[in-house]
């Protein structure tokens, strides 16, 4: 048997396996170490393959794909710094619980730590950010080592999505010669056509023990709030809406636990706590002795601060996939079950409560701040503190809506009000970075259209070169680009009170021309001159294709006295408002 036969049967049992365990989408970075697992990859009717020369902006884009569908997506990659590039992405797939299965090619044992071109230390790679590494063996055709190619990777598959999903990452030594042989019958020679080995799980659950002692610690506290970060689960919504009314409860809806828009019940969604929780009287107001919390860490800072000044109240964290989401250490239960199967079960063992003069006070507080959101329309020139109140109105019912970080997830969370749209709302929020943003917006938006991305010019240019996919694959994306010229979060930070080197060491102003860069990559570029130009492109986009990128150009000075007087004047309004009701 020679080694060609060996290495294509090997192949060919690990990719048809692949493609049993649910994985449909594999982006290839070419390279000459990873071709035998390319050309297989490529044979397969079941796997789509997306070719991304960059392995940085390529394992953002697979990051999208995966964030987008709850599916494993694959990445491949030749040996050296190919895989290394990988890394930001699969920190980002690890700490926002994506699933990824990371394939990178090496070379062979014999071929290590020995001068060998393009050869560096790949065991282990990604350290303690992958969920679980596995150095794969020689290729070899015999039934043992053909049924271990297929039980790894069925492995691998099962790890990568088992809650908390994450990153997985098989590294394959390859010896020359390269080439697989295509001529052979690659994927009808299976021991079990079906699959080599399913592995099943199931969700964390508590018994109705333990949730009728929860509920009896719950039940008759009046003043309890109901805490909403990140979610993914589709569910949610509707369940968590039907506790919030059962309870009697507040819901503080962050942006990406998608309970902001939607066809389900807003009543009780409070979405302008990051304004009205930075003043003192309202917080006292409001004070809680309960509170429910759900999903990742918010991103407000003024709500984080909140739950830290609370630390009096029970805080139950219900997390479905058994992790720590508690940096405070202000958790007095930690609850280990799936979010919607504990909603579900606490509606059985919760009676209807009574109208309760808590929630209303929630309830006006954020009225009254919603109304002088007004406030932002006034503002004429082009300004950040409008964007997402205009976006609000703007954005066509079931897009999806991808944000930046920096200051654009901040306004989005202060200014982005409850709707029933249905607009899907994601970010990169696992280790909130700026890096390879264009690349995920673009992954996701090859199934969810139309998809709008916001973000800011450094962001922008930290990953222009992922706006290739769009041009390759015929990606539609909107992209409003928020141009401040530098960093306009470290504004807003203590920084900015030493002014002697700020723009150089924080502010970092670029000057860059963006229109051609666009232009390169075969995209529409529109500077926004006006609001009323703004509406007028947003309406035009809709059904467009194609890269279209509309740009706003801001001030960052005049932006933090806009966010600082409108949170003065709205803060103001609350403290007569709080005085009223204790008189």
Request: hydrophobic share 40%; aromatic share 10%; proline share 5%.
């Amino acid at each position: 048997m020679n080694y060609q036969e060996s290495l294509t049967s090997y192949i060919a049992a690990f990719v048809s396996e692949l493609v049993h365990t649910g994985v449909t989408d594999v982006v290839v970075s070419p390279g000459s170490r990873s071709t035998p697992m390319a050309m297989v990859m490529a044979e397969h009717p079941g796997l789509k393959l997306h070719i991304h020369v960059d392995e940085r902006s390529a394992a953002f884009f697979g990051l999208g794909i995966a964030k987008i569908t709850n599916r494993p997506v694959a990445l491949l990659c030749t040996s050296g710094t190919a895989a290394a590039n990988y890394f930001p992405a699969i920190v980002e797939a690890r700490y926002s619980r994506v699933p990824l299965i990371v394939l990178t090619a090496d070379r062979p044992h014999e071929l290590r730590e020995v001068g060998a071109p393009q050869a560096i230390d790949q065991i282990h790679l990604y350290g303690q950010h992958v969920k679980w590494f596995a150095e794969m063996a020689l290729p070899e055709k015999s039934t043992e080592m053909i049924r271990y190619a297929r039980t790894v990777c069925a492995r691998a598959a099962a790890i990568a999505s088992q809650a908390p999903a994450g990153p997985v990452h098989l590294n394959f030594p390859f010896r020359e010669p390269l080439i697989p042989n295509l001529d052979d019958v690659l994927f009808q020679q299976e021991e079990r056509p079906n699959g080599y080995v399913k592995v099943r799980g199931g969700e964390l659950t508590v018994d109705d023990t333990q949730l009728t002692e929860i509920v009896s610690r719950i039940s008759g506290r009046e003043k309890g709030i109901i805490v909403c970060g990140n979610i993914a689960d589709e569910k949610f919504a509707a369940n968590i809406t039907e506790v919030a009314e059962r309870l009697k409860f507040p819901i503080l809806a962050d942006p990406l636990s998608q309970l902001r828009s939607g066809k389900h019940r807003l009543d009780d969604v409070i979405e302008t706590y990051d304004t009205f929780l930075r003043n003192k009287e309202a917080k006292a107001f409001l004070k809680p002795d309960v509170i429910l919390r759900f999903g990742a860490m918010p991103v407000s800072k003024a709500l984080t601060i909140f739950l830290k000044e609370n630390h009096q109240a029970d805080q139950y964290i219900i997390d479905g996939a058994g992790g720590w989401r508690d940096p405070a250490a202000l958790s007095t239960e930690m609850i280990y079950c799936n979010e919607s199967y504990f909603c579900e079960k606490l509606l059985t063992h919760v009676q209807p409560g009574k109208s309760s003069n808590y929630i209303e006070k929630w309830q006006k507080v954020n009225q009254l701040t919603k109304d002088y959101f007004g406030l932002l329309k006034d503002v004429t020139r082009l300004s950040e503190s409008r964007l997402f109140s205009q976006l609000t109105d703007l954005l066509p019912d079931g897009a999806t809506l991808f944000v930046g970080n920096s200051m654009p997830i901040r306004d989005l969370d202060s200014f982005f009000t409850k709707n029933h749209k249905s607009i899907k709302i994601i970010a990169n929020r696992g280790a909130n970075g700026i890096d390879g943003t264009v690349s995920t917006a673009l992954g996701a938006a090859l199934y969810s259209q139309p998809l709008y991305l916001v973000l800011g010019d450094l962001t922008f240019f930290h990953d222009l070169n992922g706006l290739i996919a769009a041009k390759l694959y015929d990606i539609d994306i909107r992209i409003i680009l928020v141009n401040n010229n530098g960093g306009g979060i470290f504004s807003f930070l203590p920084q900015s009170q030493h002014p002697k080197n700020f723009e150089l060491l924080f502010g970092t102003p670029l000057n860059i021309q963006f229109e051609n860069a666009v232009r390169m990559f075969n995209g529409e570029f529109t500077k926004i001159k006006d609001w009323d130009h703004f509406s007028e492109a947003m309406t035009d986009s809709v059904g467009k294709k194609g890269i279209h990128v509309y740009e706003i150009e801001t001030n960052r000075e005049q932006n933090t006295t806009e966010h600082r007087d409108f949170w003065r004047i709205v803060s103001q309004e609350i403290s007569n408002f709080v005085k009223g009701e204790h008189e």
